[in-house]
């Protein structure tokens, strides 16, 4: 059983930064590939960003290409979202997920284990 929690969400302002972390307890989150998703009041999940085991390949969504960064430390059993730029359409609850494999995986039925989420707000 792996359990994932996210930090490190909270209400900024358009413009600004934020960086979420998912620690994973339980059985370790390698080797496989991991991603966060996003979704918004009255709107379907959305994929954001996803890295593979390694970290050596990762794969944004357009909306945020260029503005997020997500990266891993395995030995801390975490995965990171960097945030920059971050836009009122960018508020969300943001979850992680641990992929089926090692790859790098975009379609929410490719991922096996969820975290509960941190919502992240930006005010215009």
């Known amino acids: 059983q792996v359990e994932l929690v996210e930090s490190g969400g909270g209400l900024v302002q358009a413009g600004d930064s934020l960086s979420l972390s998912c620690a994973a307890s339980g059985r370790t989150f390698s080797p496989y590939g991991m991603a966060w998703f996003r979704q918004a009041p009255g709107k379907e999940r959305e994929f954001v960003a996803a890295?593979?085991?390694?970290?050596?390949?990762?794969y944004y969504a357009d909306s945020v290409k260029g503005r997020f960064t997500i990266s891993r430390d395995n030995t801390k059993n975490t995965v990171y979202l960097q945030m920059n730029s971050l836009k009122p359409e960018d508020t969300a609850i943001y979850h992680c997920?641990?992929?089926?494999?090692?790859?790098?995986?975009?379609?929410?039925?490719?991922?096996?284990?969820w975290g509960q989420g941190t919502q992240v707000t930006v005010s215009s």
């Open positions: 890295i593979s085991y390694r970290g050596g390949s990762t």
């Open positions: 997920a641990r992929g089926k494999g090692a790859g790098v995986f975009d379609l929410a039925s490719d991922f096996r284990a």
